[in-house]
């Protein structure tokens, strides 16, 4: 027989002559034979390392790739690129000096804040790489913050480089744990597994455009499918610790033979995916985190312009408000649309679908409207407001004054009503560019011709509304049914009957505000006195109730007698603003409808005499609730409502929000804990069979016990548990109770009402000297434990089977008091 065994070591000598204490022993090798080396040092240092760390780069590559659509630009590349190399390095050195997984996580934090400067926040950095107190912030707040930014800013976001941290962050994890896994798993398969998440993760914080969804896909499974495949083999083969110079020059020719036979099959299954991927794909767009959740932007702290609306007329009425560079002709400048009605106000919902979301927007905006791109400059001098003025389909918004940083951080744009809000609020000396797409405003004539569509805009409530408004509504549309007719119809009315005032000098009085009330009362009158804000909410509201989706908008526009020249920069005054109602049609979109009657010369205010008090419409006025609801958002009416009130229900209902949600969340289990245990012994106690109330006692002392600590096993028997019971609570007369319970169950004949309740009083007895034996403490744990729910839950038909068992035969052989009955036959068990 051949001395070498067949691993090509040589067998261990037995005898004479053998001076080598190895071969004795049998640890020597054979010629020609090596211990592997992989066998006793970290993979990451062996040549094999350099495989993973190809496939980790392609595979990374193919994930990073899906920042492409959502960032803008090529500026992705750096932090994500960046915060790859530094995951696999960091992920590399834990491997190649066995850190455990807590100095690798330290590793990594140290890495991710001293790198970051350079790689993904710059613009704060010292020199443009050394971290900075401010980068280290920004760092730290982006890692937790970040991922909500990112989801709720409208693309592009290369117009806010603090959101590189996402991509690098990402791109740092995936690859850490992908590398600390390839490295140091002896199954590398798993290193997929954050790949693949990392995957899904980019297209969730992505748009609806793809990048190259099927490139990437390929890329990864080919990647991954023949690393998988290679690192499986290696697996097999390291598990032979010793081999000869024969051996590993066959591994090496099977292992190029595997790799060239995986690569040719996955690369024509590429090929095909290839061509019939994109005849199999989904034609539905895919789901991303940003279309899904609405940005935390509160709207109701910022009141709606429209109550503005006649300040401006009166106080500001020559007053110079701001600056536009260049107004497209028949333009208006937009401050909001309205879509909101609640009875006092008309103001911006944004909760979704018509309405539309307001999100955070930069220097670059994506929008799909075709038009006329323009860049307007706009220099504010006398507006004061959150509501940014604007006009078009905006595709970029760029503050260049001394508070750009914090107006920038807070605009938001919702691109469906075409309305702009910076929460660091717009003030005279502020300027800022529009790059906006425009588009011609249609004739009267072609929207009296077009297709009015519906449209999902918060609903009013009936009791909302003024009172005498849907009369007025059918009656100006008649029986017409096309809804374009039925809205022009509507609007001739109200001009025809309308006189237009804003309450100045010369003109009828009228009141402000655009209440409930404050309508009723403009389009009962024979002639509506009002101007804008009144007309253009009665429309709306006519509209609404004629079927018709209507929304009112404030802005500004030249009037005929401004002195603006097209092609000029036009200077905005208080007297260019105006109101107008915004309908959706299939031809133009949201097209506006102007709402006010033209000026009348013939009719002239009356002379101002002795007279005057006595026509209604001077005593009008008063009504004593109009006050609270039309100026409700007033400084003013605040004060006085506060002084009026004699008891804030709304603060006690705050308070009892406070404090009652948490004594619900805290007593409402301790409640019910107690209640259960009360209904489970009044149900035991007043059980219709009086053997059933017995044994229901017995459970009862069980139970109590159980909660008070003690472990009374489901399987044993009455006087077995009677036994651990008396000995642990010092309680003998347990055993007799036991004893009556089995007699009660188990005896002849059935126990009477009288024996159940006699039963029960020993219960009682019982179960308040067990509990008087233990601290206070051990009582209040016990009257809330769940211990005997619990042990009653793990009850098996087989164990109660088995204990009857052990209860028979124990009666059968002479352990206990089985009563048997006079002809000797056993007696039927009624438990």
Avoid: C
Wanted: proline content about 6%; hydrophobic content about 45%.
């Amino acid at each position: 027989m051949n001395d070498e065994t067949t691993r090509g070591g040589r067998r261990a000598w037995s005898g004479q002559g053998a001076g080598d204490d190895s071969l004795r022993t049998g640890t020597g090798l054979g010629r020609g034979t090596t211990r592997r080396k992989e066998a006793s040092r970290p993979r990451a240092t062996s040549p094999l390392a350099l495989v993973d760390l190809a496939a980790l780069v392609v595979l990374l590559a193919a994930v990073a790739v899906g920042f492409g659509p959502v960032w803008g630009s090529a500026g992705y590349v750096l932090p994500a690129a960046g915060g790859a190399v530094l995951g696999l390095a960091v992920a590399w050195l834990g491997a190649w000096r066995r850190f455990p997984a807590v100095l690798v996580l330290a590793v990594a934090v140290v890495a991710y804040l001293l790198f970051g400067a350079a790689l993904a926040l710059p613009q704060d950095a010292i020199g443009g790489v050394l971290p900075s107190l401010q980068t280290l912030q920004d760092l730290l707040i982006g890692a937790v913050e970040g991922w909500k930014q990112f989801i709720t800013t409208v693309p592009p976001m290369s117009s806010f480089p603090e959101l590189a941290v996402v991509p690098y962050l990402l791109m740092l994890l995936v690859a850490l744990v992908a590398g600390t896994i390839a490295w140091r798993a002896r199954h590398a398969v798993w290193a997929m597994v954050p790949v693949l998440v990392g995957f899904v993760g980019v297209i969730l914080l992505g748009t609806l455009d793809a990048a190259l969804p099927v490139a990437q896909g390929i890329t990864i499974a080919l990647v991954g499918l023949l690393w998988g495949g290679v690192r499986a083999m290696e697996a097999r083969v390291g598990t032979h610790s010793i081999s000869t110079e024969q051996s590993e020059e066959a591994t090496r020719r099977l292992r190029w033979y595997r790799v060239r036979t995986g690569a040719a099959i996955l690369g024509v299954a590429a090929v095909t995916a290839a061509f019939v991927a994109p005849a199999i794909m989904p034609s539905q767009p895919r789901s991303v985190l940003r279309e899904t959740i609405v940005p935390p932007l509160d709207l109701h702290q910022y009141a709606s312009p429209l109550v503005g609306f006649r300040h401006i007329v009166k106080e500001q009425r020559e007053d110079e408000l701001f600056t536009v560079s260049d107004l497209p002709e028949d333009g208006r400048v937009r401050l909001a649309a309205l879509d909101r009605y609640d009875g006092v106000v008309f103001d911006a919902s944004g909760t979704g679908g018509d309405t539309g979301v307001y999100s955070r927007v930069g220097t670059t905006i994506a929008t799909a409207q075709e038009g006329t791109p323009q860049r307007v400059d706009v220099t504010v001098t006398g507006y004061d407001g959150v509501w940014v003025p604007q006009f078009g389909a905006l595709t970029g918004l760029t503050w260049t004054d001394a508070n750009a940083r914090a107006q920038d951080a807070g605009s938001y744009y919702n691109s469906t009503t075409g309305t702009v809000l910076t929460t660091a609020g717009v003030r005279p000396g502020d300027t800022y560019s529009l790059d906006t797409i425009v588009t011609e405003e249609p004739s009267e004539d072609a929207l009296k011709k077009a297709t009015i569509v519906g449209a999902d805009l918060p609903e009013t409530d009936q009791s909302a509304l003024p009172p005498g408004l849907p009369a007025k509504a059918v009656q100006f549309a008649g029986e017409e049914t096309d809804p374009a007719t039925k809205l022009f119809l509507i609007r001739d009315a109200l001009a025809a009957s309308g006189v237009l005032s804003s309450g100045l000098e010369g003109q009828y009085p009228s009141r402000p505000g655009h209440s409930a009330e404050r309508v009723d009362t403009l389009v009962q009158q024979e002639k509506m006195v009002g101007d804008d804000e009144q007309f253009a909410v009665a429309l709306a509201l006519m509209a609404r109730q004629a079927g018709i989706p209507a929304r009112v908008v404030m802005g500004f526009y030249p009037g005929k007698d401004s002195n603006y020249t097209a092609g000029e920069p036009w200077t905005v005054l208080g007297s260019d603003v105006h109101a107008w109602v915004e309908v959706p049609t299939s031809e133009y979109g949201w097209a506006a409808i102007e709402a006010v009657p033209e000026q009348k010369p013939q009719i002239q205010p009356e002379p101002k005499s002795e007279q005057v008090p006595k026509p209604p419409v001077l005593q009008e006025p008063e009504p004593p609730e109009e006050p609270e609801r039309v100026e409700a958002g007033t400084v003013e009416d605040d004060e006085e409502e506060a002084e009026n009130e004699a008891f804030d229900w709304r603060l006690v209902g705050l308070v009892v929000l406070i404090v009652g949600i948490p004594l619900l969340l805290i007593g409402g289990p301790i409640v019910a804990i107690l209640a259960y245990k009360a209904r489970r012994r009044t149900r035991r106690r007043t059980a219709d069979d009086a053997a059933a109330r017995i044994s229901g006692g017995w459970h009862e002392v069980v139970d109590v016990a159980t909660d008070l600590g003690s472990t009374v096993p489901p399987s044993a028997t009455r006087r077995e548990g009677a036994y651990l019971i008396a000995e642990q609570y010092r309680a003998p007369g347990t055993l007799a109770l036991a004893h009556r319970a089995d007699a009660g169950v188990f005896g002849e004949g059935e126990p009477s009402a009288t024996e159940a309740d006699d039963f029960w009083r020993e219960v009682d007895e019982l179960v308040a000297g067990v509990r008087s034996g233990v601290d206070r403490r051990r009582r209040l744990f016990g009257a809330l434990s769940l211990r005997s729910l619990r042990a009653r839950a793990t009850w098996r038909p087989g164990r109660a089977l088995g204990r009857f068992a052990r209860d028979v035969g124990a009666k059968v052989s002479g352990v206990g008091s089985r009563i048997v009955s006079r002809d000797g036959s056993r007696s039927k068990e009624k438990r």
